[in-house]
């Protein structure tokens, strides 16, 4: 058996810019995630710009995971 699984997540968000640029970084710096950002998707939500849509992937080890 492995002593460790590899997690993947999709995340699909909007906000503002700095609410965006905020999630972010915490996705990034959280000491006990320790995820990392495999791929980012920036788009607009209205035609001011004012609101931001957030496509995500993230990828993280988890380790020694219990057995089910």
Known sequence: ????????????????????????????????LTLKVELVELGARDAEGSQLTLALQVSGVLLNPQEQ
């Open 1 to 32: 058996a492995d002593d460790f699984l590899t997690l993947e997540y999709r995340v699909d968000a909007f906000g503002s810019l700095s609410t965006v640029c905020r999630f972010l970084y915490d996705v990034e710096h959280h000491d006990p």
